[in-house]
């Protein structure tokens, strides 16, 4: 089965400073899709970004952007130039590249910008 | 585009009573997904449905829960003879048929067992 760990219960940091999330999986499978969802206060699960494991190339959106190491099982979300607004509970989640759809989450970060 | 539309947003059940959670996917996504958060933690995935077809209930509990996707109308959750413990936020997702594409999420709806 697999498992997704977030070590960092939580996080705080000054607003337009640079901050990263980190997250490691474990899987016996060489093909998934990794994805970095967000959850503020108003707790509705937004998709941030997603990183395809057969794509050797870092996922990007706008400030967001991930380090996926695929050998390590590492998959960081970097958070530049934070905005009050990305203050919220960030999960990290696995999906199998087969089967049913189903993600597993990390038990995820609750990040506070400060301003 | 209506997103995923969940109903209600709050429901609070006396123990013994029985919970009706519903869900409307976004238009043209077919997979409709259930996870359950408890306080603090991430989400559980619980079962995934097709119209009229379970695919994979491996997430729920064996008594008291049941889930449905009629051909016609939303998504229901049903929790029987509620308990206490099933205090959380249940939270519905849907999908197209493109694998990996990730889910659209509803904004759950916070049971309380009172």
Known sequence: AQTVTQSQPEMSVQEAETVTLSC?????ENNYYLFWYKQPPSRQMILVIRQEAYKQQNATENRFSVNFQKAAKSF???????????????FCAFMRDQGAQKLVFGQGTRLTINP | NAGVMQNPRHLVRRRGQEARLRCSPMKGHSHVYWYRQLPEEGLKFMVYLQKENIIDESGMPKERFS???????PSILRIQQVVRGDSAAYFCASSPEVLGYGYTFG???????V
Do not use: N
């Open chain 1, 76 to 90: 960081s979300l970097k958070i530049s130039d934070s905005q009050l607004g990305d203050t919220a509970m960030y």
């Open chain 2, 107 to 113: 904004s759950g709806t916070r049971l309380t067992v």
């Open chain 1, 24 to 28: 490691t999986y474990d899987t016996s």
């Open chain 2, 67 to 73: 889930a449905e996707f009629p051909k016609e109308g």
